[in-house]
């Protein structure tokens, strides 16, 4: 069992960026895959990014390719998403994942966390 908990999210302006955490709970957090995903209102919800346990493999979604960085410390338990140059349409709420692999589709993960507001202003 992994409990995900995000924090990080907040109002910023155009061209601004933020930093966000996801903190694991749990001895397996280092075995897992792990991946962020947002859901703007009315909206699926879409992949971002994604890292393999190690870190040594990532997967970024074209929309957020060159802005986004996803990294982990598994020492710590927690993967990160650092977001430069954001947009307005970067503005939903942002989810991390747990799953066994490096995965762009939502149900192929097995734990969620509950969400952190992003939102962007012009």
């Known amino acids: 069992q992994v409990q995900l908990v995000e924090s990080g999210g907040g109002l910023v302006q155009a061209g601004g960026s933020l930093r966000l955490s996801c903190a694991a709970s749990?001895?397996?957090?280092?075995?897992?895959?792990m991946g962020w995903f947002r859901q703007a209102p009315g909206k699926e919800r879409e992949f971002v990014a994604a890292i393999s346990w190690s870190g040594g493999s990532t997967l970024y979604a074209d929309s957020v390719k060159g802005r986004f960085t996803i990294s982990r410390d598994n020492a710590k338990n927690t993967v990160y998403l650092q977001m430069n140059s954001l947009k307005p349409e970067d503005t939903a709420v942002y989810y991390c994942a747990a799953g066994n692999g490096v995965e762009i589709t939502p149900p192929l993960y097995d734990y969620w966390g509950q969400g952190t507001q992003v939102t962007v202003s012009s």
């Open positions: 749990g001895r397996t957090f280092s075995s897992y895959a």
